[in-house]
């Protein structure tokens, strides 16, 4: 039976054969939700005893992104650094014959596994070898005949038959333990309270209580957690897009969104969510991660498989850079203006890729196609323009494009109104080319210091009047001069940062391509 705790100790212990995955990042946070909000300690074990598939990189990886998150452990171990601790259990478990050798060959086992699917047979093994006292093979342990009951944190009662376990293979040799061995010798030696993990180890949990009753070890509450589920509703994987926590950095997620985001695939704050609420009403899951520690609850996390959307994560995303000072949203951004190639920062150690470190708002920048030096201010206007737009960081590079490049123009994008989308007559191309003309004459004779959105606001809002209201006969065919797009920011705030000189070159050549 599981005893009561004196401290709530939960533990993440994710195997480096890969990248951090989001499945695992998320129950990353539901265990250290759940420690913080209890008091307790949040632990962090490398399981890499499979030497031939682990990985430093793959290491490095799951820590780096675990502290990007801001997911901070209280406790660090690796396997490989505690492999006497399981030999001397494993011994344990030999001397009382409750584990054995077993000498059956890789392709003897397949064999029998293959022939028993063939039946429609369960596909274990139940090993002749148990009373042989056999030296060497892979030890496996011999369940009792009985049914093994464990109340989940999650699905409540839970049975299983340990006759349709066979015998669970524990370890290769003394040296080598396997995964359902080694994981319940380091939650006890760990002092593990509560064993938080995804609905896919719910298999392993019959095995790994009855090696803990063998040893007579206490038992952790467990609580399976519902698995990420892909658009199509099967799990989560690499065909379904990004899966790696590194990968949603990259593309410019912030760990705020990211952590808020995750926190939702499978629980809810409420008790139970209105049937009266929108669809498109967020608002009330915006939540810190004080909140989230504060709210938190076992009891509220659902048993069916948890949705992931890619447009609610990018909404959250928008959300949250909304809420950055325009200071710190540049910083974030300036290494995805060099990536796409539209700037270049004077004397940066270009080692660093452009997703990382190396820029600073006090480091000076060049428009990478006229080699002009940007002033880092100008560069906080672009960006404060498209903050709004903007739902990941990546995002930035193709939104802002026009103020670094000349636009690539198609004719019909000049033609007014836009629902009206058609090649252009020649009469409809004189009629544009005669505004264009109009808007060059009126900007030309603005005075360069009063370039400013308040002053080309006044005199051409008054000059749009003119055409019987419809201010658009004038002010699209400038934004589409200005930026070659059907989406962007108003066309004053993009005159003003282009100046008068750039303005009424794209003007002229907008004419030139009508």
């Known amino acids: ?52 598939r682990s990985n430093p990189k793959y290491e490095k990886n799951i820590k780096d992104g675990l502290q990007w998150l801001g997911i901070q452990w209280d ?85 299983f038959n340990s006759e349709l376990l066979g015998d669970i293979s524990i370890a290769k040799n003394l040296k080598t333990p396997l995964y359902n061995f080694a994981v319940i010798i380091d939650d006890y030696e760990m002092k593990i309270s509560h064993v938080i993990r995804g609905e896919d180890h719910l298999s392993n949990t019959p095995k790994q209580i009855l090696i803990q009753e063998a040893l007579n070890l206490p038992i952790p509450q467990y609580a399976h957690l519902p698995l990420i589920l892909g658009p199509d509703k099967t799990k989560l994987s690499k065909r379904h897009g990004v899966v790696s926590v590194a990968d949603y950095q990259k593309q410019g997620y912030l760990p705020k969104a990211l952590i808020n985001f995750m926190a939702l695939l499978g629980w809810s704050p409420q008790d139970k969510i209105s049937s009266q609420k929108s669809e498109n009403s967020h608002d009330e899951e915006m939540l810190s991660i004080k909140e989230l520690i504060k709210k938190f609850s076992l009891g509220k996390i659902q048993k069916g498989g948890a949705i992931f959307n890619v447009a609610k994560l990018d909404w959250f995303n928008g959300n949250y850079i909304r809420q950055k000072s325009l200071e710190n949203l540049t910083l974030l951004c300036l290494p995805y203006l060099v990536e796409r190639g539209l700037i270049e920062p004077i004397f940066i150690n270009k080692q660093y890729p452009p997703a990382y470190g190396g820029y600073s708002l006090e480091r000076k920048y060049i428009i990478t196609k006229t080699k002009k030096e940007i002033p880092i201010n100008k560069l906080k206007k672009i960006i404060g323009l498209e903050q709004k737009r903007m739902k990941k960081l990546s995002e930035v590079g193709e939104l802002t494009e026009f103020f ?35 808007l060059e004459q009126i ?72």
């Open 75 to 159: 406790e660090f171990y690796k396997q490989s650094e505690r492999i006497d601790s399981y030999a001397k259990y494993l011994k344990k478990l030999l001397d009382s014959g409750q584990a054995f050798y077993c000498g059956h060959s890789k392709e003897e086992l397949e064999k029998e596994r293959k022939e028993k699917l063939k039946k429609k047979e369960p596909p274990i093994h139940i090993c002749e070898h148990y009373n042989k006292k056999l030296k060497k093979g892979i030890i496996r342990f011999r369940p009792p005949k009985k049914k093994i009951v464990f109340n989940d944190l999650i699905r409540d009662r839970v049975e």
């Open 443 to 514: 900007l030309s004779k603005i005075k360069e210091k009063d370039f400013t959105i308040e002053k080309l606001k006044t005199i051409l809002m008054l000059e749009a009047e003119k055409f019987n209201g419809d201010r658009g006969c004038l002010l699209w065919p400038l934004r589409v001069a200005l930026t070659g797009r059907e989406k962007s920011p108003g066309p004053f705030e993009i005159a003003e940062i282009l100046g008068k000189e750039r303005v009424l070159e794209r003007i002229k050549e907008a004419k030139k391509t009508i």
């Open 404 to 438: 670094f490049k000349s636009p690539h123009y198609k004719s019909d994008m000049f033609k007014w109104p836009r629902t009206q989308r058609a090649r252009l007559k020649e009469k409809e191309k004189k009629e544009i080319i005669n505004i264009l003309n109009k």
């Open 1 to 52: 039976m599981p005893i009561k705790f004196k401290k709530i100790r939960v533990r993440i212990a994710p195997s480096p054969t890969g990248p951090l995955h989001i499945g695992t990042a998320r129950t990353a946070l539901f265990n250290y939700l759940f420690a913080k909000k209890h008091k307790g300690s949040f632990i962090l074990r490398i399981e890499d005893t499979d030497l031939e």
